[in-house]
C-alpha cells in the first residue's frame, strides 16, 4: 500500500481514524476501491467497515441504477 502525507486541518488531525475512514468510505462509493480495499485502508475487517458506511451517507451496494435496469431487461 502506497503512503500518502495529507495536511489537514488540527481538529482532523484529533480524529485521524475518523477521517481516513471517511475517505476510504467515499472512494468506496466512487468506484476508486473495491470493499475490500476500503476496508483495509480503514484498518478494519470488511464486515466492520461495512457496518460504519451508513455513518458516512455510503451505501454498502454501489451498483448504479442504470446497471441494475440493463441487468433486469436482461432477464
Same mark, same amino acid.
Given at each position: @500500500?502506497?503512503?500518502?502525507?495529507?495536511?489537514?486541518?488540527? !481538529?482532523?488531525?484529533?480524529?485521524?481514524?475518523?477521517? *481516513?475512514?471517511?475517505? &476510504?468510505?467515499?472512494? =468506496?462509493? %466512487?468506484?476508486?476501491?473495491?470493499?475490500?480495499? &476500503?476496508?483495509? @485502508?480503514?484498518?478494519?475487517?470488511?464486515?466492520?467497515? %461495512?457496518?460504519?458506511? %451508513?455513518?458516512?451517507? *455510503? !451505501?454498502?451496494?454501489? =451498483?448504479? *441504477? %442504470?446497471? @441494475?435496469?440493463?441487468? &433486469?431487461?436482461?432477464?
Amino acid at each position: @500500500m502506497t503512503t500518502i502525507t495529507l495536511q489537514v486541518p488540527d !481538529s482532523l488531525g484529533k480524529h485521524e481514524h475518523d477521517t *481516513v475512514r471517511f475517505i &476510504a468510505a467515499k472512494l =468506496y462509493e %466512487s468506484g476508486k476501491l473495491s470493499l475490500g480495499e &476500503a476496508a483495509a @485502508m480503514a484498518d478494519l475487517p470488511k464486515r466492520t467497515f %461495512s457496518d460504519l458506511l %451508513s455513518n458516512y451517507d *455510503v !451505501s454498502l451496494i454501489n =451498483y448504479p *441504477v %442504470s446497471e @441494475m435496469l440493463n441487468d &433486469a431487461e436482461k432477464i
